[in-house]
């Protein structure tokens, strides 16, 4: 018996269901920049005209003169929601349906902060902090969710502290490195069906879907990473970017625990509360840009990201009981982020800009997400210069 039960412990535990539910954008949060979003991120790697637009390229601030600095206040409000759908229980619990609801929208709002500072230690050399949640997704499931044996709440949250240096090699040419010091913490719960895990042992009272529990997962990390871009401008109006942000690669150690648990099964060791830990890679990505100047008013923006979103092939819970690690297989795809936009110089004080962006899906090629961004720029005057951005997206 302690052996079923060691088996259906790890059929019971569940991982953090990000690959189903995070649509098209995955975990990744782009929203870093108010001036970027408001052209959908095109050009972002080619851009020197924000202290933000160090996040996309450590290169960006060699044209930044003095001390500058952005603070950044973006809402995500996502929508996810299944209108149909089936689940039935795994064989080794009996393989009977599993009654309830789709679970409704399971997105949950966020604010994602980001601060951005830089500074001209020398004419050719520039110093940049920025501090980001460039990864994150909360959803949550209803109670009665079909799906509640999944995944029930599922929270990743980052936190990245990135310092950086550029240098204006050429006149044409400037190269920008960094740090990556990324915190991750997560929480990932779901029900257990005692119910089932009891009537597989025969014990007299136990019915698939009557004695849910609960197993709930935590743990962080911090480990770190790096970035590299360059900037090169060809001719006086034209300029090309180019970064790489490199993978981080983290060891999640935690708890694992549950709640509600029937006796006789309470009395195995299987389901005690253990200590855990799953390996997550927030992937590298690739980013080119491009800024050209029309005229004094116009300016045109391209930009084209690779995410290396392939290394997301499983998500695996050990655990340092002896129980079996739970393991979901993603086999998520990598993706290409492809955008381009507009500004037009109203005047000296407003600045507009627009912008379209065609996003693959990481789980499955043939769907695709698109985002459109529009904004307004409003810029003060000196003595206290100031620029307030204004972006939406959908």
Known sequence: MARSFLRAAG?????????????????EL??????GQGAAFAGAAARDDDPSMIFFNPAAMSSLPGVQGAIVGSGVFPTAEAKSGSATRNAALGGSPITGSTG??????????????????????????????PWGLVTKQAEDSIARYHALTSSLRTTNIAPAV????????????GLQIQYATARLSNAVDFGAIGAAQRIPGFVPGTRDGRSTVTGDNTAVGFT?????????????????????????EGDAEFQSVPFPISRSPSFANTAAQAKLVTPETVTLGVRQRIDERWTALAGLEWTNWSRF????????????PSITEERWRDSVFASIGGEYRWNEALTLRAGFAYDQTRRCGRRTARR??????????PPAPATRSTATSR
């Not at 059929?11 to 975990?27: E, H, I, K, Y």
């Not at 966020?110 to 230690?121: D, G, K, M």
Request: charged fraction near 10%.
């Open 313 to 324: 092939r499983d998500l695996t819970v050990s655990f340092a009981n002896g129980r079996a």
């Open 11 to 27: 059929l019971g535990v569940g991982t953090l269901a990000l690959a189903g539910q995070a649509g098209a954008t995955g975990f």
């Open 104 to 133: 409704g929208d399971i997105g949950l709002d966020a604010f994602v902060p980001a601060v951005h500072s830089t500074l001209q230690l020398a004419p050719d050399w520039h110093f940049g902090l920025s501090v980001t949640a």
């Open 166 to 177: 550029s240098w204006q090699a050429t006149p044409s040419l400037s190269l920008g490195a």
């Open 228 to 252: 590299l871009g360059a900037q090169w401008q060809p001719l006086a109006n034209t300029r090309v970017g180019l970064s790489f942000r490199s993978a981080v690669f983290h060891t999640l």
């Open 372 to 381: 459109a961004s529009r904004t307004t720029t409003a810029t003060g005057s």
């Open 30 to 35: 782009r929203e870093q920049s108010a001036v």
